[in-house]
């Protein structure tokens, strides 16, 4: 195993040691995790404050700096173990879930053993294993549910180290900023996080999932190449004669709720589940907390740049909720009934894309829409690790799908639409009339069937469903909105027009009025 490059690229980050041509654990943490998955009449780990003893002294054991943890994390655990929660769902968790979650990191060696000899028999002449996804390196990462299981055990108990993964540009992966956040904050939507994970935990002890998760980071080089789909420039867009496709505009319900199965957008930070663990409850957040298996990806996935997206396939959703921000809950327990694929994946199809954050008048520049369409292009586009096949610049959608089968896997997926909503908008500052159009531009022309939109009820979009009847009679194309766009835009940058798009693709272009 230690010949492999996968996995050499991943040992600096794993908290397991390699001796012997073998991975283990060092034998005074393997003896207080066997103490722990006894039972607390062994451990006599009965409470929050106890618990982060022991996680204080297994780090100590991986000769891990105790400082490096957030501060006050060890009283984030003690609050939560001890009085944000019940006594019974306190000694139910100590009782049952903290032996079997000791239980699974014990096997974690033997997990990532047996994950790295079959990683190269999971698809045919396509790299899968577990490993370092750099910047600019288009690759998939296939985990089971129970190894992913395993590494989250150690997330909670926080056992990854820390050093090197800044310079890496990796989001910390321990949980240890969750419950900092939780004794600081002491609001209820940082306790409901901790809520969804506990629960996560408390069902996958219970009965484990034996599906397999995905994680893809997808590129469009920036360089032409006429065997790759490169990074389009404006002039690819103002030339595209690519149908608009389908629109389904819905005011009220959330995007995961989307019947049928669609590729989700999820409103991302450029660092991968960067805003995770933070004190705010955004969609990346929520999205996270639903569906606990993505964090995984923070381990071996770095920041993204401008031509990068993420896609993962068959993360298992675990939890309801209710509300959003300061309002978010947790609502329970959710059961995932998506069928399995034939790689025994969850027909749940995510892709993480980040806007550009806070991006003022910026946005309405040429170089601010071509970042932004192209951003959701990455994302959407049915792409594979390496492209097959010339694309032109006038090349339609199905052109795209075409000349990309070569590697693929989900020959189905350009059946597939797009459930997505305000990316970009709300805390990012984007303006929701532009950013509509340019993911509905990018979904025609990846080849896209439909884009369904939701818009949480914003009051600026109360008018979208009449804007893009209006703009279907007219039988506009990708490369007529795109120019009327930038049409706008334009007037928007230099202030010669104060009019949203809506309103001046009304007034200036002889449409219907809106009733």
Not at 476 to 495: A, C, D, Q
Request: a negative charge.
């Amino acid at each position: 195993m230690e010949k492999r490059e996968d996995f050499r690229s991943m040992l600096q980050y794993l908290p397991l040691v390699f001796q012997s041509s073998s991975l283990v654990w060092p034998p005074s943490l393997e003896q207080e995790l066997q103490t722990m998955s006894t039972g607390p009449s062994e451990s006599m780990v009965i409470s929050g404050e106890a618990l982060a003893l022991r996680i204080t002294s297994m780090r100590r054991s991986l000769s891990l700096n105790v400082s490096y943890l957030a501060p006050y994390a060890s009283q984030g655990y003690a609050l939560f173990f001890d009085e944000k929660i019940s006594r019974e769902e306190s000694a139910k968790f100590f009782g049952e879930v903290v032996p079997a979650l000791c239980g699974l990191v014990i096997q974690m060696p033997s997990l990532l053993e047996m994950h790295y000899q079959k990683a190269d028999y999971v698809l045919d002449g396509v790299t899968s294993g577990l490993r370092l996804l750099g910047p600019q390196e288009a690759g998939i990462v296939f985990l089971s549910q129970e190894l992913i299981a395993a590494l989250l055990a150690c997330s909670f108990f926080c056992l990854f180290p820390e050093v090197g993964r800044r310079l890496k540009h990796l989001q910390g992966i321990n949980f240890d900023e969750l419950f900092w956040s939780l004794y600081t904050r002491q609001c209820m939507k940082q306790e409901s996080k901790i809520r969804c994970i506990v629960h996560y935990f408390e069902r996958v002890c219970q009965c484990m999932p034996r599906g397999f998760v995905s994680f893809e980071r997808k590129v469009l080089p920036l360089e032409y190449n006429p065997n790759y789909v490169s990074y389009p420039e404006a002039e690819y867009w103002a030339k595209s004669t690519t149908p608009l496709c389908s629109v389904q505009v819905h005011s009220t319900g959330v995007i995961e709720d989307q019947p049928g199965e669609t590729l989700e957008v999820e409103f991302a930070d450029e660092y991968f589940g960067g805003l995770t663990f933070r004190h705010g409850c955004l969609q990346e957040e929520i999205r996270f907390m639903m569906n606990p298996e993505l964090i995984a990806g923070m381990l071996f996935l770095p920041r993204m740049d401008k031509n990068e997206a993420i896609e993962i396939v068959g993360a298992e959703r675990f939890t309801l909720y209710t509300g959003f921000g300061s309002s978010f809950q947790f609502a329970g327990d959710y059961l995932n009934n998506k069928e399995l694929e034939s790689y025994m994946r969850r027909r749940t199809r995510v892709v993480a894309i980040d806007a550009i954050p806070r991006p003022g008048r910026r946005q309405y520049k040429p170089d601010g829409l071509l970042r932004e369409v192209n951003k959701a292009f990455t994302g959407y586009l049915h792409q594979c690790k390496h492209q097959a096949g010339t694309l032109p610049s006038s090349a339609s959608g199905s052109q795209v799908v075409e000349c990309s089968e070569r590697l693929c896997i989900d020959h189905e997926e350009k059946k597939i639409g797009v459930a997505t909503g305000n990316w970009g908008c709300g805390v990012f500052g984007g303006d929701p009339e532009v950013k509509i159009m340019l993911q509905w531009l990018a979904i025609s022309q990846s080849g896209r069937p439909f884009m369904s939109y939701y818009t949480f009820g914003l009051q600026a979009l109360q008018n979208v469903n009449q804007v893009v009847e209006r703009i279907g009679l007219q039988e506009m194309n990708v490369g007529e909105l795109w120019s009327k766009l930038v049409e706008y835009s334009t007037e928007r940058f230099s202030r010669r027009t104060k009019l949203g798009f809506f309103s001046w693709l009304i007034t200036s272009h002889s449409l219907p009025p809106i009733e």
